[in-house]
């Protein structure tokens, strides 16, 4: 069974970095399948080929001169080329990009796969692996939403030609043809619908880390690698803020049970972190996984005696909140009170107007209000089941001297959420992440 591997734009960045990865694909026969991301910043100071297409774009609708851009893209690749010493014609695939878009159809998608596309070219011929446009196996319908069946379709009869091949990451086609882009890193979900689609044994995902972080580096130096995490612990904090793998790019690998390993191309020899289904209980791991946090909500807070007894209570509330298009985080709740917990980017100017529809609809006794709060979310499989796990976490934030404003715990154990200041956010995490690793 194949390996297939995606490369980041920090891993493809310039012809140093190119020798680094094709010494790693070579190192191990069962790579096969290769999806590139567009070069990233080789150095400070550079600017990622994808931000110079979009600026490239830009231009181009405002019909202003983009030739000093695209002599910047295209010193990018020469410095390849030029490292890696093979033969190219940078030139046709450039002049194909300014005749497109001279021609005045200027298709945004068309123009920021560009990055992947000749990045694919490259790579193929450097590994001299077959070269498979992105656009030949990776469907979307006309409204631009991603089409699975004939994706894997594709791939399928992709395998069957190309026992190798390189295969761009971030873009695919329409039917008729139309180049369409998924969001920016969706090289993780190109990697992971070519890891479904050709049954792959592992996905393996190459960057400039040696594996997933146990907390934001920023707030904690060098923190612990997480060595083994579930696909639904990543989804947590994916979901929580942490820096991690795109959790929908999990969805096409959930499907076949296909694991995925995190790892460094600059440091190839190390594990990296694994992701999978289910871990295995005697896999090597602390009780919590790890630990994210996101700021920027605001709380209201609902009291009305006997509120248990109002069958509608809740369901009012909640029409509230979808008449006025407001997304709801969380909604602990006690028997004659709730809190709403909402990003504060919803509320912009209906703070009011909400709150006064609320006191309507439910004939509160109380509405008030808490901001800036900050949410911290504690996740670990081995959370489930083991006694004193949220003491350790509320102990730990005691002796900080954290104000713990909410506390919510999921249905599946595996994550408490605690609510505190935004100011006080970080000497949160510093203290559950001393106290439990």
């Not at 991603?146 to 695919?172: C, N, T």
């Not at 009012?316 to 709730?338: F, G, R």
């Amino acid at each position: 069974m194949p390996i297939v591997c995606k490369f980041g734009g920090s891993s493809l960045a310039n012809s140093e970095q190119f020798h680094k990865v094709k010494d790693i694909i070579e190192s191990d026969d069962n790579r096969r399948y290769i999806i590139p991301s567009a070069p990233g910043k080789a150095k400070n100071g550079d600017q990622k080929v994808t931000d110079l297409l979009i600026l490239l774009y830009n231009m181009a609708v405002h019909k202003l001169s983009s030739a000093e851009v695209m002599n910047m893209i295209e010193s990018r690749y020469r410095e390849i080329l030029n490292g890696i010493g093979i033969e190219f014609d940078l030139k046709t695939e450039l002049d194909e990009i300014l005749s497109y878009i001279a021609s005045g159809k200027v298709s945004k998608s068309y123009v920021l796969s560009r990055g992947e596309y000749l990045n694919g070219k490259i790579l193929s011929a450097y590994l001299g692996y077959d070269f498979v446009d992105a656009k030949d196996v990776i469907c979307f319908d006309e409204n631009g939403t991603w089409d699975e069946e004939s994706s894997y379709k594709a791939l399928a009869k992709m395998q069957e030609e190309h026992e190798r091949a390189v295969i761009p990451g971030f873009y695919g086609s329409t039917p008729s043809g139309k180049i369409v882009t998924f969001s920016r890193g969706g090289s993780d979900l190109s990697g992971a619908i070519v890891a479904r689609g050709v049954n792959a044994e592992l996905y393996e995902n190459w960057t400039d880390v040696s594996g997933l972080l146990a907390v934001d580096p920023s707030v904690i130096p060098h923190p612990k690698k997480i060595k083994n995490i579930s696909y639904q612990e990543l989804r947590e904090l994916s979901y929580s803020g942490a820096k991690v793998m795109h959790d929908e790019a999990m969805f096409p690998v959930i499907e076949k049970n296909i694991p995925v390993v995190i790892r460094n191309t600059n440091a190839k020899d190390d594990a990296g972190s694994y992701i999978m289904a289910d871990v295995p209980e005697d896999a090597e791991g602390e009780d919590i996984t790890g630990i994210a946090c996101r700021k920027g909500f605001d709380v209201i807070n609902i009291e009305k005696f006997r509120m248990n007894r109002d069958l509608a209570f809740h369901r009012k509330v909640l029409s509230v909140l979808e008449a006025n298009d407001i997304y709801l985080e969380h909604m602990p709740s006690s028997i004659d009170s709730i809190s709403l917990v909402i990003a504060s980017k919803y509320l912009k100017n209906k703070t009011d107007q909400l709150i006064a529809e609320l006191q309507t609809f439910t004939n509160a006794d109380r509405i008030t209000m808490d901001h800036n709060i900050a949410l911290i979310t504690i996740v670990g499989r081995n959370m489930k089941n083991r006694i004193g796990t949220s003491a350790h976490v509320f102990s730990a934030l005691a002796a900080a001297n954290v104000n713990i404003r909410m506390i919510i715990q999921g249905a599946s154990e595996m994550n408490i959420i605690v609510g505190v200041l935004e100011e006080e956010a970080e000497k949160s995490i510093e203290a559950i992440y001393n106290a439990s690793f």
